[in-house]
C-alpha cells in the first residue's frame, strides 16, 4: 500500500513533507473524490487527505482550518492540528487522532457522547456570528437545482416537495461557523473523549443546521440522545426566535429537514449509496407529512 491514489504532483508534495512516509491504511469512504490515508513517517502516526479536481470538500477544510476556527478544538485535543497543505495541489497533512469512530457502534446511540458532541459544538458556533444576508434564498436555490437536476425523486413528489420550499418562510437567523456533517461518522470516542474529525463540509450556516442529520438518524433511534445533546449545547436554537436572529422557528426547522432531505437523496443516487437513498426518501415523507398534516 502506498501513495499511488494520488496524483503526481500530490505524491511530490507529500513526499517533500513527508520524507520516507509509509501508509498505514487507507480510510477514504470511496463516495467522492476525497482520499483519506493514515501514514506513519519518523516514528509519528499522520493523516494526508486529497481531492480531485472536481471535489470542494477539501477546499472547505482548509477555509475551517485556516480561518482559525478549528482552533478552539485544538486546544483541547479534540481536532487535528494541520500540520501541511496546498490548496492548488489539493493535499493535507493532518495529525492523527486517537479514537474510534462511533458511527454504527453502541457509542453512535450512547446519550453521554452526544451531551459531550453538544458542548463541544456550542463552542464551535459561539466563535462568531453574522447576518445572513441572503444565505438562506441559495440554499433553497441548491435545493431547488437538485431537483431539476437528478431523477432520485418521483415527479409527483417533487412537485409537493417545490410547492412546500415555495410556501415556508425563510431563515433569517444569523449564521455561525458550523461543521456540516455533524453525526457519530465524524466523531472519535477514546475512553469517554469525543474528537472532531472532517471539515470538509465547513461553512457558516444557521445553528440549527447542524442538528439535521442527527434528527434524522441517532435521535429517532434514541430520543435520549437528543435531550443529553441539548443539554450539553446549553440550549436548542430550533426554538429560537426569528427576531432575536437566535435561532429559527418551526417551520424554518421544517425548510431545513426538507433541503437536507432532498440533498440526501439526490447526493446518495448519485455515488449510488442505496442505504443511505433510502434515508433521504424516508426523511423526505416525513418532512411532507409534517408540511401536508
Request: proline share 4%; net charge negative.
Amino acid at each position: 500500500m502506498g501513495l499511488g491514489r494520488l496524483s503526481a504532483l500530490q505524491r511530490a508534495r507529500v513526499d517533500a513533507w513527508l520524507p520516507g512516509a509509509e501508509v498505514v491504511a487507507d480510510l477514504s469512504w470511496n463516495q467522492v473524490e476525497t482520499v483519506v490515508l493514515r501514514v506513519r513517517q519518523a516514528g509519528r502516526e499522520l493523516i494526508v487527505k486529497a481531492s480531485g479536481d472536481g471535489d470542494h470538500h477539501l477546499g472547505r477544510e482548509l477555509d475551517a482550518h485556516e480561518g482559525g476556527f478549528v482552533s478552539v478544538w485544538q486546544q483541547g485535543g479534540h481536532a487535528a492540528r494541520l500540520l501541511h497543505s496546498d490548496r492548488a495541489a489539493r493535499v493535507l497533512a493532518l495529525e492523527w487522532l486517537p479514537g474510534e469512530l462511533a458511527y454504527r457502534t453502541p457509542a453512535g446511540v450512547d446519550p453521554e457522547v452526544h451531551r459531550r458532541a453538544g458542548e463541544l459544538l456550542r463552542r464551535f458556533h459561539d466563535q462568531s456570528s453574522r447576518p445572513s444576508d441572503g444565505a438562506d434564498a441559495a440554499a433553497t436555490r441548491r435545493a431547488l437545482l437538485w431537483l431539476d437536476t437528478s431523477d432520485a425523486i418521483a415527479p409527483d413528489v417533487q412537485a409537493r416537495l417545490r410547492h412546500a420550499l415555495a410556501a415556508l418562510p425563510p431563515i433569517d437567523a444569523d449564521l455561525v461557523p458550523t461543521h456540516g456533517d455533524w453525526q457519530p461518522r465524524n466523531w472519535l470516542v477514546d475512553a469517554g473523549v469525543v474528537r472532531v474529525i472532517d471539515f470538509g463540509r465547513f461553512a457558516l450556516r444557521p445553528a440549527a443546521t447542524d442538528f439535521v442529520r442527527l434528527a434524522a438518524q441517532e435521535w429517532r433511534e434514541n430520543p435520549a440522545c437528543e435531550a443529553a445533546f441539548f443539554e450539553g449545547y446549553g440550549r436548542d436554537p430550533r426554538r429560537g426566535s426569528r427576531a432575536s436572529g437566535r435561532g429559527v422557528g418551526s417551520s424554518q426547522w421544517l425548510l431545513l429537514r426538507l433541503r437536507e432531505a432532498i440533498g440526501t437523496a439526490c447526493w446518495a443516487h448519485q455515488v449510488g449509496d442505496e442505504a443511505f437513498e433510502a434515508q433521504g426518501h424516508r426523511m423526505i415523507a416525513d418532512a411532507l407529512a409534517e408540511f401536508e398534516g
